[in-house]
């Protein structure tokens, strides 16, 4: 499963849905001299409702260590449903640190804390259960 598409496909969907809702909206109100409508189209990236793609999202997981690479960095996990990310369960692996992949060996349950960003995964934090 390739998570940055399906993060960037949400996130567009996401995008598509605010912008559509503010062009129905009525724009003009007869007290407010700021330029209504113009501005808007704009500035569609500084629209605070809309999700950043750049930005990091944090998540939590719960699941099993089932293989870790020091050499490259990684650690896989067959984790659980990741709501954050709108994740179904699934064995995958992430970027983590040595003082992640130090601190567990496979076989172990696990919570953990995720860094999303883009493409990347990166396990910031875990702990065994
Ligand atoms: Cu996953």
Do not use: Y
């Not at 189209?41 to 999700?51: E, K, Q």
């Not at 990091?56 to 050499?71: L, Q």
């Amino acid at each position: 499963m390739n998570h940055a598409r399906l993060t960037i496909a949400l996130g567009l969907a996401a995008l598509t849905a605010a912008c559509g809702k503010k062009a129905e909206a009525p724009v003009a109100t007869e007290t407010n001299e700021a330029e209504p409508a113009a501005t808007m189209s704009g500035d569609m990236g500084n629209m605070s409702m809309a999700p950043d793609a750049n930005a990091a999202i944090k998540a939590k997981g719960h699941g099993t260590v089932t293989a870790i690479d020091k050499a490259a960095g990684t650690i896989t996990l067959d984790h659980g449903p990741i709501p954050e990310a709108k994740w179904p369960a699934m064995t995958m692996a992430f970027k983590a640190a040595p003082s992640i992949t130090d601190a567990v060996k496979v076989g172990d349950k696990v919570d953990f804390d995720l860094s999303l960003k883009g493409s990347d995964g990166e396990v910031t934090a875990i702990a065994k259960q």
